[in-house]
């Protein structure tokens, strides 16, 4: 009788280690899934952040070809203007 009790107890303590490792393969799995899923949306974020970037760099530069026109057409107004002065300044003869 003591034998079918030690066997008993065997098989008890093997079907709760397979439990617990069928548990743990479960918990592993989860982790790996959740990682997956962080792993994807870094690879979104990092797609973002270069679109990002691309249209930061874009309007940088039209603000910079902005910046020149509105200096061209400063210069050319002030230049303008010391020529309709001119023409209406009276002349000294």
Not at 85 to 92: G, I, M, N, S, Y
Request: aromatic content about 2%.
């Amino acid at each position: 009788m003591k034998r079918d009790e030690e066997f008993e107890a065997a098989e008890q303590r093997l079907h709760a280690a397979g439990e617990a490792l069928g548990a743990a393969v479960e918990a592993r799995l989860a982790r790996e899934a959740v990682l997956v899923d962080a792993e994807a949306e870094i690879q979104r974020m990092t797609a973002d952040r270069g679109r990002l970037a691309r249209e930061l760099d874009t309007a940088l530069a039209r603000g910079q070809r902005l910046e020149r026109a509105n200096r061209e057409v400063s210069k050319r107004l002030v230049d303008a203007m010391e020529r309709v002065r001119q023409v209406l300044a009276p002349r000294e003869d």
